[in-house]
């Protein structure tokens, strides 16, 4: 296994430098679901909710959680991203909602933070706006499940 790139020789906390890496197309991809209750995924699907349009508004979160990530996880790089794109899928067995985020860059260094931020975000606020009536939801699977770019290329989850 690598060394934690993270930390210096000292064993202390550091934010990596970047300055060396080549500039090159990356792009991750997540995914995770929020887990309900049939009524609830009914309001969603129905428009029925005094909040307004869940998914439309989680789909912004979802955005807006990828372009702040280097604000709420304290090592990361901030970046300038040329894409983000939610994707929200229900379903009914068991009763969900499926987010799959893709981020991609030109830059030195990944954006598999802020793909999984970005999933973590949409969820979170489909969960902020449902909670009035269904506070047992649950957040499950949140995972890479790509990223491709730098140095280490192609990477998919097994």
């Not at 304290?74 to 009914?92: G, M, N, R, S, Y």
């Not at 985020?101 to 030109?106: C, L």
Request: charged share 25%; hydrophobic share 40%.
């Amino acid at each position: 296994m690598d060394k934690l790139s993270h930390f210096n020789t000292q064993g202390e906390a550091h934010m990596v430098d970047v300055g060396a890496k080549s500039v090159t197309h990356r792009t991750a991809v997540s995914i995770g679901r929020i887990e309900m209750l049939d009524s609830t995924l009914e309001h969603i699907r129905s428009g029925n909710n005094k909040k307004g349009d869940v998914l439309g508004v989680a789909r912004i979160a979802g955005i807006m959680g990828a372009k702040r990530t280097a604000d709420l996880v304290p090592l990361c790089h901030p970046l300038a991203l040329t894409k983000v794109e939610i994707d929200l899928v229900t379903q009914d067995e068991p009763p969900a909602v499926i987010c799959t985020a893709t981020v991609e860059t030109r830059g030195q260094t990944g954006v598999e933070m802020e793909a999984l931020n970005a999933v973590q975000i949409t969820l979170l606020t489909i969960y902020d706006m449902c909670k009035a009536v269904d506070k047992g939801m649950r957040i499950e699977g949140v995972q890479l499940l790509e990223k491709r770019g730098g140095k280490s290329g192609t990477w998919r989850a097994g």
